[in-house]
């Protein structure tokens, strides 16, 4: 049983290592930034989102191959898009959860600004930086998401919302691990059950409803996070304080690598801390931590 297993999964691995082989002769020559984002890695999560259709994989990942030509969300800066942060509605943890994938933080109820544009622009933004940072060998990331001062007035419209569920699903399949929204209230679940229309099966079961005074959420959050690491919105011992000047500062230095990494010639800029002062400056390269040398 044990040796028929073993060859089993290694049939499985054969046939999906076939299948990328297949899916990067039906894509054909690639060239520029298009063949850079398009390693292994990548086919195979565009497989994956398509149960391992060829043809549709192959239709979803051109789609994107378009979309990335014109949107260009590589050449999307921090100073272009930093006023739509000041209140820390969307931000990369400083800690990663048990299986060291990145962390993005989102607190719809710090929405600040109208603009659907510049809000879905932002959010890009940070996927882009979040993917940026991943773990070498590593794929998705994990969300959080702090309902604290939700409203109606604090959430997005409908429209906006569909907008950012098909750029999510359709050009950054298999990136989302889990998604754990903490303390949804009432006037969510009709927001939600209108969102969730837009979903597809595989994205819906990574949507976790969790309550910090509910010992079977804490049990589950405990599975995913260390409790220390966890701020207390989350149910933690951890304490995560948005510093927008901060958060700027390593944005830029990140953009820096972006830039390198895709080869884009980017000159210094000036950013600006909340109050629209100068703040810092893009320097060459900083030390700083590393991060992945791998995009897919």
Known sequence: MFLRRKHSQ??????????????????GPLSGRSAKYCTDACLRRYLEARNWNVDKAKKMLEETLKWRLTYKPEEIRWH???HEGETGK????????????????MRPGMQNTKSAENNIRHLVYLLENAIMNLAEGQEQMSWLIDFTRFSLNTSIPIKVARDIVYILQGHYPERLAVAFLCNPPKIFE????????????????KVKFVYPKNKDSMELM??????????????GNGTLKYDH?????????????TAKFWGIDDKPYHIANGSGHSAAEVAPEPA???IAQRVS
Request: hydrophobic residues 35%; without cysteine; charged residues 35%.
């Open 288 to 290: 700083a931590a590393p």
């Open 245 to 257: 000047e901060e958060f700027s500062r390593l944005m830029a230095e990140d953009d820096v690598k």
């Open 10 to 27: 290694k049939d499985g691995s054969d046939q999906r290592d076939s299948k990328v082989s297949e899916l990067r002769t039906a894509i």
């Open 190 to 205: 009709a927001f939600y059950k209108a969102i969730k229309y837009f979903l597809d099966p595989k994205t819906a079961q």
């Open 90 to 105: 969307v931000s990369r943890a400083n800690f990663h959860d048990h299986q060291g994938r990145t962390v993005l933080i």
């Open 80 to 82: 272009e898009v930093a």
């Open 222 to 235: 405990k599975s995913y996070f260390d409790v220390e690491d966890l701020p207390g919105e989350f149910g």
